[in-house]
């Protein structure tokens, strides 16, 4: 390279033992066409046979029923929808931070995802286990790299309503963004997606427009809508994952009953997360989980700290941590050829 030129791009892939760990993961739990669908579409649906064993999808329904049981003192009608029929809350006001669109009544006050319950990662070990879950860990991996962190677990329900959620991204950053994932959002679907069940929508291929939509592509609406948006059809138990920039929004339910969505979005560690969990988590909790749980969780976080005495004590804890987690891999993370890596 010539003194005072640009060095020369390196290909995060090439040479690189962490992604030759993330391909041969990814290979031994059959999910390479669910890659490549991820690659081509942005987003993909993984069924609930290979991504929830051991009944997993149902034992987070019935925990999540629990918790919003315990948060609000009524357990959800799953069957009927009774107790979130036009929901209100949070997103539903005016001054929403989500805005919404109506369908089929310009009054509509509902909200577009139901009711939002954030933090269950503190609400029993079933939890713990889905964010641990490998099938999971694998596609996050391949987006965000090893030292990818949780950005925040919540759990959406959702009954029938007369609203749409618009079009959107969930890396909210100006434009253009970059071409890889900053953001990956593996979300449990709980109940059966379908357009009538009010399912997510996504515009295939999105991701590569490096962009947001523009206000007047965001819209869902049946007839003046964006024409590329397309819903999922997938069965209860599925884990759907998209890159953080691929368009997405979500139909109005249509139909009796509820649908039970708990995306766990996952981030870079240089993106500003959804909760802070850095000095949140118990040693139980590691120590139940093992090295990775960890750094998913921000416990290697050197920065944010909130009292200054305290800087030099976590920049240790979070080293031996890290060294912990790369003795797991095998070491791959001290053999990367760049600081900053896609993969590391």
């Not at 669109?101 to 079933?126: M, N, R, Y």
């Not at 819209?219 to 003046?224: A, G, I, R």
Request: proline share 6%; charged share 20%.
């Amino acid at each position: 390279m010539a003194s005072g030129t640009a060095p020369d791009l390196v290909d995060p892939r090439a040479n690189n033992p962490a992604f030759d760990k993330i391909m041969a993961e990814i290979d031994h739990l059959q999910l390479s066409s669910y890659v490549e669908e991820l690659d081509a579409q942005g987003f993909t649906v993984i069924p609930p046979e290979i991504a929830c064993p051991n009944a997993l999808d149902k034992r987070l329904l019935d925990a999540i029923l629990n918790v919003a049981e315990e948060r609000n003192g009524v357990r959800p009608d799953l069957e009927g929808g009774s107790t979130h029929l036009n929901y209100g809350g949070r997103f539903a006001e005016p001054d929403a931070t989500l805005s919404k669109e109506s369908v089929g009544d310009d009054t509509a006050e509902d909200s577009p995802i139901g009711e939002f319950f954030q933090s269950l990662l503190f609400e029993g070990e079933v939890f713990e286990e889905a964010l641990m879950n490998p099938v999971l860990l694998a596609m996050t991996t391949y987006l965000l790299g090893y030292t990818c962190n949780l950005s925040g677990m919540s759990a959406f329900v959702k009954g029938p309503n007369r609203t749409n959620l618009p079009l959107h991204s969930d890396t909210l950053l100006p434009d253009p963004l970059p071409s890889h994932a900053l953001i990956c959002n593996c979300s449990y679907a709980l109940t059966e997606y379908s357009r009538e069940n009010g399912s997510i929508a996504f515009v295939p291929g999105s991701h590569k427009l490096n962009r947001a939509p523009y206000a007047h592509e965001r819209s869902l609406d049946p007839e003046t809508g964006n024409p590329d948006a397309v819903h999922v059809e997938a069965k209860a138990g599925s884990l759907i994952v998209f890159h953080g920039a691929t368009w997405h929004g979500a139909y109005n339910r249509q139909v009796e009953g509820l649908r039970v969505t708990m995306p766990v979005l996952m981030s870079r560690t240089f993106m500003r997360s959804e909760e802070h969990l850095c000095e949140m988590i118990s040693d139980e909790m590691i120590e139940r989980n093992g090295p990775r749980f960890a750094i998913l969780t921000q416990q290697a976080f050197q920065y944010s700290f909130t009292d200054y005495r305290k800087s030099a004590e976590r920049g240790e804890r979070g080293a031996k941590l890290f060294k912990a987690y790369d003795e797991q891999l095998g070491g791959v993370l001290n053999k990367i050829p760049l600081q900053l890596d896609l993969y590391g």
